[in-house]
């Protein structure tokens, strides 16, 4: 099944104990982002912290018990889209609850290599993110496996990873 408009939405506003996802690329080519990424390649940089839907829906889990997470799988250099991502979205999500860890394989042997962009949800609802070489996304399609190793995936990649604010204290992003 693809996963689009309110079906999606939904995913995000009606789990109950965790929404969590893993990011492999090192650039996201979505059209919503697109004008803001070039002010950010001229030199602008965005204040904050700001709120958004994003940053309300991880609050308002956060209050309820539940957990919006995810890891993104990097190396260095990172890539311009990166710096945008970490200074323009992921500063304000970690500060508003979002548990976002980075995996740094710089130098090292990437422990989820050919593993695939995707969430889950409670566990149970595997979501895969598919994407052109390029970052754009073509679809999102709903896993009709076992998710265990999807879990499995997420053990490692948070075993491996550091929180977010850690990794980029002393970073000029």
Partial sequence: ????????????????????????????????EAEEFQRFLSG????????????GLIREHRESGSVVGRVHVVSRPLSD???????????????????????????????????????????????LMNYESDGRQISREVYEGDPAPFIEYQRIAVAESVPFLEYVSGLDI
């Fill in 81 to 127: 889209y990166l710096r945008f991502e970490f200074q323009r979205y992921y500063a304000h999500s970690a500060r508003a609850g979002e548990e976002i860890r980075i995996l740094d394989v710089t130098g090292r042997e990437n422990p989820l290599e050919g593993v695939q962009d995707y969430w889950i949800f409670d566990r149970e609802t595997v979501v």
């Fill in 1 to 32: 099944m693809f996963l689009d408009g309110e079906e999606w939405q939904a995913k995000f506003r009606d789990f109950h104990s965790e929404a969590w996802r893993l990011e492999t690329l090192p650039e996201y080519r979505m059209p919503q």
């Fill in 44 to 55: 602008e940089r965005f204040a904050g912290p700001f709120e958004d839907y994003w940053t």
